[in-house]
């Protein structure tokens, strides 16, 4: 019941925050604040298993609206609804419903199925996007469509490391593609590991507040607070390609730590951070006997060091349109990699996937 209309017309009468405040007797209206506050995250706030929409503005009404506002930038003790946090409810619903309509049916059928034929510089449209997304921890491009010198770049990587080729190609030929069959499959993603674990969302979000920024903040990604349709495929074949390098270097497993997390899992950690909606994940390697923390330090600047280096991701977020890693005085005993830094046309829903079918469904 995603309906603004109560709060809309309480706030044009002019009447919204002797309305909707602390110790009102207006239940009717009290109940629509209520409804749609839990419709936007916050119901663990309120308590929604235990009292619903009782129509009492109460301690629990008191810390979702304060946890609304908050979230927009907005400082109150959240014993009335403001106009100006009126306003931000109105908008806020109004880029949800939005956001809600029914999916473009594209993403499975969008997703191109790699034939025999060869792929190679010049090349363009949907299955050079594909490969490059595939290719992501191979050096890494642009998801551009665009075979040029840095798909070339990725395809050389595959071969030479994975494939153990002497003289790499950069051509995409079915001996190449059957070895990255072979790769995708060698790396499966469990994705329950990715999922969020607010309890409410079902695992990846619900969509919300798509154009929606922090407030006082400039219009990037870093303060975008969409809640993006699963996790990016850029990051995710980047882990894959981890997983082999990390094999590689060390002498430990590289687990997944942490995947998607959506606004109601930040408002029950008191989190601001949108990373984690769709474009990062977080990764470790598991200690081994008798190694502590700073042992695990080491190894995390280590491996850094080699997804700089075979992967081209960039420590920190200076350069666009280029994977990212936070560096260590962020995450010092652990890895995370986000793709926050490219363009919108790079973080299309089309890229982000929901379960291992989305991300691998095609055949070569
Ligand atoms: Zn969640
Ligand atoms: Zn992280």
């Known amino acids: 019941m995603l309906d603004a209309s109560v709060i ?7 009447m919204v925050e002797t309305v909707l405040a602390k110790g009102s007797q207006k239940k009717h209206e009290i109940k629509a604040l209520q409804h749609l506050l839990h419709e936007l995250g916050f119901g663990s706030q309120l308590q929604w298993e235990a009292y619903g929409a009782d129509g009492d503005y109460g301690g629990c009404t008191t810390r979702a609206v304060q946890a609304f506002a908050r979230q927009k930038g907005i400082e109150t003790n959240g014993t009335k609804v403001t106009p100006k946090i009126a306003d931000a409810l109105i908008k806020t619903a109004e880029a ?7 999916p473009s049916q594209d993403k499975l059928t969008n997703q191109v199925k790699l034939g025999a034929a060869t792929l190679e510089k010049g090349d363009k449209g949907p299955e050079v996007v594909e490969l490059q997304i595939r ?4 050096r890494g491009t642009v998801w551009d469509g665009d075979y040029g010198p840095g798909t070339e770049l990725q395809v050389r990587t595959f071969q030479r490391d994975v494939m153990g080729m002497e003289e790499p190609t950069g051509i995409t030929d079915t001996r190449t593609l059957k070895a990255l069959k072979r790769f995708t499959k060698k790396y499966p993603l469990n994705f329950n590991k990715l999922k969020c674990s607010c309890g409410e969302c079902g695992g990846f ?3 919300r507040f798509a154009n929606e920024y922090r407030e006082g903040e400039p219009k990037i990604e870093a303060y975008h607070n969409r809640e993006y349709p699963g996790i990016h495929k850029a990051i995710l074949h980047s882990l894959r390609a981890a997983w082999f390098y990390g094999e590689q270097t060390e002498e430990t ?3 997944i730590t942490c995947g998607y997390r959506c606004w109601i899992n930040n408002n029950q950690r008191g989190r601001r951070s949108t990373n984690h909606m769709g474009k990062a994940l977080d990764c470790d390697f598991k200690l081994k006997p008798g190694e502590e923390k700073r042992d695990d330090m080491n190894r995390c600047d280590r491996f850094r060091g080699v ?6 991701f960039q420590i920190g977020w200076r350069a666009s ?15 995370h990699m986000d793709v926050r830094q490219f363009s919108r046309r790079y973080l299309d829903d089309r890229f982000f996937v929901k379960s291992a079918m989305e991300l691998d469904a095609f055949e070569f």
Do not use: C, D, M, Y
Request: hydrophobic share 35%; aromatic share 6%.
């Open 321 to 335: 349109n280029r994977k990212a890693l936070e560096p260590s005085r962020i995450a010092p005993t652990w890895i």
């Open 307 to 312: 997804l700089v280096e075979k992967g081209n």
């Open 8 to 14: 809309k017309k309480l706030k044009k009468s002019g």
């Open 135 to 138: 290719l992501a921890g191979f």
């Open 253 to 255: 497993p590289f687990l």
């Open 96 to 102: 949800l419903k939005q956001a809600q309509e029914p």
């Open 205 to 207: 979000g619900q969509g």
